[in-house]
């Protein structure tokens, strides 16, 4: 069990320049997460997956926002146009179904927007 | 919807006393609880939960937490805390899906 792991790490990236970042899931979990961490505040929830199916996704995700889990395995979360207000820890996590299944962190993508 | 607060924004401790990192909890019907800790530039670890049973659950690295359905909390809890222990905490509850995370309690332990 290697955990579930983020690609990049960090990415600094200019406004108006289009991200994607990439999610490795633990591999026996069906359902993905991704959040939003700011500085000072707790995560705060973006959309999940069930398999290769998007079950929810938040007010907070705009337009700009896209996530895919094609294959039910991998996701990847694209932003589009960044904006400076981007910025932010974007994190993803794993679990197996079920809401009394905790859910397992990756280490995150520190995006910073110039 | 479900809703979690932790009101202390930092929790001083000497190395060696008990922690305590407070949590109260907001939702309709039974709670599914949780605490994670974050370490600087980490991701978040699993500590605990509470489903459902014993109201004190016992965790990762010797914390426990306490359920208390009259007070609607859900206290996280150490008998003798470690230098090691100093992290940002937060409690979580279950809803529909997605956790939905407390701003989160610095703890700092003073050797």
């Known amino acids: 069990d290697t955990g579930v792991s983020q690609d990049p790490r960090h990415k600094i990236t200019k406004r108006g320049q289009n991200v994607t970042f990439r999610c490795d899931p633990i591999s026996e979990h069906n359902r993905l997460y991704w959040y939003r961490q700011t500085l000072g505040q707790g995560p705060e929830f973006l959309t999940y997956?069930?398999?290769?199916?998007?079950?929810?996704k938040s007010r907070l995700l705009s337009d700009r926002f896209s996530a895919e889990r094609p294959k039910g395995s991998f996701s990847t979360l694209e932003i589009q146009r960044t904006e400076q207000g981007d910025s932010a820890m974007y994190l993803c996590?794993?679990?197996?179904?079920?809401?009394?299944?905790?859910?397992?962190f990756g280490p995150g993508t520190r995006l910073t927007v110039t | 919807a479900q809703s979690v607060a932790q009101p202390e924004d930092q929790v001083n401790v000497a190395e060696g006393n008990p922690l305590t990192v407070k949590c109260t909890y907001s939702?309709?019907?039974?709670?599914?609880l949780f605490w994670y800790v974050q370490y600087p530039n980490r991701g978040l670890q699993f500590l605990l939960k509470y489903i459902t049973g014993d109201n004190l659950v016992k965790g990762s690295y010797g914390f426990e937490a306490e359920f208390n359905k009259s007070q609607t909390s859900f206290h996280l809890k150490k008998p003798s805390a470690l230098v090691s222990d100093s992290a940002l905490y937060f409690c979580a509850v279950r809803d529909i899906g997605r956790l939905a995370f407390g701003k989160g309690n610095q703890v700092v332990v003073i050797p």
């Open positions: 939702v309709s019907g039974n709670p599914y």
């Open positions: 997956f069930q398999n290769e199916a998007q079950l929810e």
């Open positions: 996590a794993s679990s197996l179904t079920g809401d009394s299944y905790e859910q397992y």
